[in-house]
């Protein structure tokens, strides 16, 4: 990941690699990030450290994030019928990503991962929901069964146990 490389080596060993492992020209990353090739080419060279504004131009090209989504951590079987839809509320649309989780550890993971992916927010279970407020930094809303469901899981175990 560039950004992270930009710690361990310094941005212009970082940005060289990165460009080399994309196969990708200083020019074609002037052009996509609307920054002057000279400029580029000075911090290629170590000749100039970037300004903030530049480096998020950058970033923005090379780790490019979805835009609007929301995140729903839950069991396969609940996703199947909302990933990747979008949905109207108040005056903009959110994809809705799914990250499909079977175990606290895998949830706990889950929310992370969205998080770092730039999720707006996060909906999970509630008995998650505590510990994912506390290690992500969007909002956290939690679903809960209604009634209904929870009326025909009592049905089913009930049949199973007759």
């Known amino acids: 990941m560039f950004s992270r490389k930009i710690f361990e080596t310094g941005f212009s060993t970082a940005l060289e690699e990165e460009l080399r492992r994309r196969d990708m020209s200083i020019r074609e990353l002037a052009d996509r990030?609307?920054?002057p090739?000279?400029?580029?080419y000075k911090l290629t060279g170590g000749k100039?450290?970037?300004?903030?504004?530049t480096?998020?131009?950058?970033v923005s090209v090379l780790e490019p994030r979805e835009q609007?989504?929301?995140?729903v951590i839950a069991a396969r079987f609940l996703l199947?019928?909302?990933?990747?839809?979008?949905v109207p509320i108040g005056g903009g649309t959110y994809?809705?990503?799914?990250?499909?989780?079977?175990?606290?550890d895998e949830c706990i993971i889950a929310a992370v991962r969205a998080d770092k992916e730039g999720a707006l927010g996060i909906i999970c279970a509630p008995i998650l929901a505590?510990?994912?407020?506390?290690?992500?930094?969007?909002p956290v809303a939690i679903m809960k069964p209604k009634k209904r469901t929870l009326m025909e899981a009592i049905e089913t175990i009930a049949k199973r146990i007759e």
Request: aromatic share 4%.
């Open 68 to 71: 609007s989504f929301i995140a």
């Open 95 to 104: 994809r809705v990503r799914g990250y499909a989780a079977e175990s606290i």
């Open 48 to 53: 100039a450290d970037p300004r903030l504004s």
């Open 130 to 138: 505590p510990i994912v407020e506390k290690i992500v930094d969007c």
């Open 55 to 58: 480096v998020k131009k950058i």
């Open 80 to 86: 199947d019928d909302l990933d990747n839809r979008e």
């Open 33 to 35: 990030a609307e920054i």
């Open 37 to 40: 090739v000279a400029t580029l």
